[in-house]
């Protein structure tokens, strides 16, 4: 069975740091490039970073620029998102896809993992 399942959200304060995991079953992450995405309430979902399949290039969005890390662990199959000084704004559903593009009509998508930044 193939699937993707993302772990690690949850609540914390402004400027704590959470580390989402991307875990695959099924398939080998390595074949693919990973792209981490999120969706807040009444917004459409964005690319918050991606790490390329071969050469292992990552991207960012300008907003989590500086603040967050995404690696993979071939090993156990996992895509990490490590997020560093968050923010109230960083509040959203987390998705991981096999894709750097939100829009890819092939990916395959995790069911997600609220991440909650409040006091």
Do not use: H
Not at 41 to 46: A, L, Q, T
Not at 59 to 82: E, G, M
């Amino acid at each position: 069975q193939v699937q993707l399942v993302e772990s690690g959200g949850g609540w914390v304060q402004p400027g704590g740091s959470l580390r989402l995991s991307c875990t695959a079953s099924g398939f080998t992450l390595r074949d693919y490039a990973i792209g981490w995405f999120r969706q807040a309430p009444g917004k459409g979902r964005e690319r918050v970073s991606c790490i390329t399949r071969s050469i292992e290039l990552t991207v960012y969005a300008d907003s989590v620029k500086n603040r967050f890390t995404i690696s993979r662990d071939n090993a156990k199959n996992t895509v990490y998102l490590q997020m560093n000084s968050l923010k109230p704004e960083d509040t959203a559903v987390y998705y991981c896809a096999t894709s750097c593009s939100v829009s890819a009509p092939s990916a395959y998508w995790g069911q997600g993992t609220q991440v909650t930044v409040s006091l």
